[in-house]
């Protein structure tokens, strides 16, 4: 992952947490029993915009790549299957 592309993702990541944080009324509902997601929302979205300037258009190459070069900022990726 290159210098630019670390800072956006980073930046976005900290601005969405904080946004998700102070609108929680804005984060899914979940139940209060069952599996935890091990990926956080704010993760998520940032992968899902970080996904756009790298122009992955299939979410499996897509996934394959995260694996592959961003597991160190995101260590919980889900799989494919998930």
Same mark, same amino acid.
């Given at each position: 992952?290159?210098?630019?592309?670390? =800072?956006?993702?980073?930046?976005l990541y900290v601005t969405t947490?904080?946004?998700?944080?102070?609108?929680?009324?804005?984060?899914?509902?979940?139940?209060?029993?069952?599996? /935890?997601?091990?990926?956080?929302?704010?993760?998520?979205?940032?992968?899902?915009?970080? *996904?756009?300037?790298?122009?992955?258009?299939?979410?499996? *190459?897509?996934?394959?790549?995260?694996?592959?070069? /961003?597991?160190?900022?995101?260590?919980?990726?889900?799989?494919? =299957?998930?």
């Amino acid at each position: 992952m290159d210098t630019d592309l670390d =800072s956006l993702a980073t930046a976005l990541y900290v601005t969405t947490d904080d946004l998700l944080r102070a609108n929680p009324e804005r984060v899914p509902a979940r139940p209060r029993i069952g599996i /935890l997601p091990g990926t956080t929302d704010a993760e998520m979205l940032t992968l899902v915009v970080v *996904q756009a300037p790298l122009g992955f258009n299939n979410e499996t *190459q897509w996934l394959r790549y995260a694996h592959k070069n /961003l597991l160190a900022m995101f260590p919980t990726l889900p799989l494919p =299957s998930g």
